[in-house]
């Protein structure tokens, strides 16, 4: 069994509750709200919400399918588990080779990114800071946040 599991869409508010207790998780609290209320934004952007083992645990994967390209959104409440990086190392769900791009990151996310890529036979191609809004691009962004592509060692 993969342990990234799909979560049905009837989970999907536990999983986003979980993001409630802390000012730092606004952005993982808003992203999965945005799933929950506009529904065909998951058909439009190929977009499946997965976690680790299927329980409410406040690591989510959200993953986007762009054909040569996958997009990860990862969220994660506090400091990374060890559960969720062994399941982002052994899934099969994520192919690796395709590119794999987190458009936005937390820094405990990119910590956790540094981590795992070489485990999961992907090394970093490309970092930079990236601008993340809670409202819109008159609100204060939110600081340090980053975006990172990685590459499959098979494409190259």
Known sequence: MDPLVELAPALWAAERDTFKSSPHCLPAYYAMDMLIRFPDICTTLGAKV???GGDSTGEVV???DKG???????LIKDNPSNKIERALVETKRICKDK????????PNVMGMMGR???NM????????PSSLHYIDK?????????YV????????
């Open 149 to 156: 592509s990685i590459f499959s060692k098979s494409i190259y």
């Open 138 to 146: 008159e609100s204060k962004p939110y600081a340090d946040v980053r």
């Open 121 to 128: 036979g992907l090394f970093k191609f490309v970092e930079g």
């Open 68 to 74: 040569t390209r996958i997009e990860l959104i990862i």
């Open 50 to 52: 997965y976690n680790e």
């Open 62 to 64: 959200i993953t986007m």
């Open 99 to 106: 590119t794999i791009c987190v458009p936005w990151a937390m």
């Open 116 to 118: 795992i890529s070489h």
